[in-house]
């Protein structure tokens, strides 16, 4: 018994069809399928003039951020690396002799970049233990909670954004039984990045909370010892700028022109930087505030020092 079978002939892709870097092809938001395509292949390129995709438009600040924690601990590991002991070679320059500068600028700068190191470590770590703390809480006043009062909470995040009552009784539905699935394991005491504390995983009603609710991430064992490191470097490389004149000139005065001129320069390109990387400049007038403004606050600082140190130098003190 034989039976015929009508076959399709689908052709095979050409041999330099691999080294053609053209995107895949997606369906059209009126694609008339009889099922929904994925969310991944939807996509109005078909109809968009040009065929460009909108993933594939640049915005006009294309800038590729860095991780705005580590971009936080280099600004004030850097500002209080080049205004604190610049404040203080200024002020110890009135003494005459660059010894003194230098001895006094080398020990603040050793004491104040482990100081700073430190404090954001334990900053860091008391923001992880607050988070997890909270964490427990949320999870167990979860569970404890009825479906109503959870879909209040939801909709209380939701609503102010513009999702209606309905939605956010779905969205409750749906993130109930994802904390359900995921579970909580109180006797976990392990500290890997995602599972931490006892939470399996960071789905779930508990973890929309924390995070939409209260603005809250868990913080990883990395980020303490990352930032202690970030915070700590930055203030001893700021640091060390000021003091360069005076390990080649004798006289502090002179070392302090120098040092002035020196320190200024890095002043103002650290403040251009720092509101390029930031985002804050968003025209030339933004460079020049940042710039400016990061200067005039050293500057202020330093003048204050030596001014100070002049005054009681000149006084009855002795």
């Known amino acids: 018994m034989s039976t015929s079978a009508t076959t399709t002939a689908v052709p ?40 460009i995709c909108c993933k594939e438009l640049k915005n006009e600040d294309d800038r590729t951020l860095i991780d705005p924690d580590v971009i936080r601990d280099i600004i004030i590991g ?26 006094g600028g080398l020990a603040e700068i050793i004491a104040g970049a482990i100081s700073m190191g430190i404090g954001g470590f334990l900053a860091s770590k008391a923001e992880r233990d607050h988070f997890r703390f909270l964490r427990r809480n949320t999870y167990s006043r979860v ?4 479906v109503g009062e959870m879909e209040r909470e939801v909709h209380e995040v939701l609503g102010p954004i513009g999702v209606d009552e309905p939605t956010s009784q779905a969205v409750t539905s749906c993130l109930r039984r994802a904390e359900d699935e995921s579970g909580f394991d109180a006797s976990a005491s392990t ?22 609710g209260e603005g809250l991430e868990d913080i990883p064992t990395r980020r303490l010892y990352l930032s202690a490191f970030t915070i700590g470097m930055s203030y ?10 005076y390990f080649f000139l004798s006289q502090a005065l002179d070392a302090l022109k120098i040092s002035c001129i020196i320190t200024g320069i890095v002043l103002l390109i650290f403040g251009a930087v720092k509101s390029r990387v930031t985002g804050a400049a968003r025209s030339v007038l933004g460079y020049i505030w940042g710039a400016v403004s990061t200067m005039a606050v050293g500057g202020f600082a330093a003048a204050a020092a030596y001014g100070l140190v002049i005054a009681v130098e000149r006084s009855s003190i002795s």
Do not use: H, Y
């Not at 080049?82 to 002799?97: I, Q, Y």
């Not at 569970?143 to 009825?146: D, G, K, L, N, V």
């Open 191 to 212: 500290d890997a990045e995602k599972s931490s504390l006892g939470m399996k995983s960071e789905f779930g009603l508990s973890a929309f909370l924390l995070k939409f």
């Open 236 to 245: 001893l490389i700021g640091g060390i700028i000021p003091l360069i004149p």
């Open 143 to 146: 569970m404890r909670s009825c």
């Open 78 to 103: 850097l500002s209080d690396g080049l205004t604190v002991p610049f404040a203080l070679t200024a002020g110890l320059s009135g003494l005459g002799t660059s010894r003194i500068v230098v001895v």
């Open 12 to 51: 095979l892709p050409s041999r330099d069809a691999g080294s053609d870097n053209k995107p895949q092809p997606v369906w059209s938001l009126e694609s008339n399928r009889s099922s929904s395509p994925p969310l991944s292949e939807k996509c109005d390129k078909i109809g968009r003039q040009g065929g």
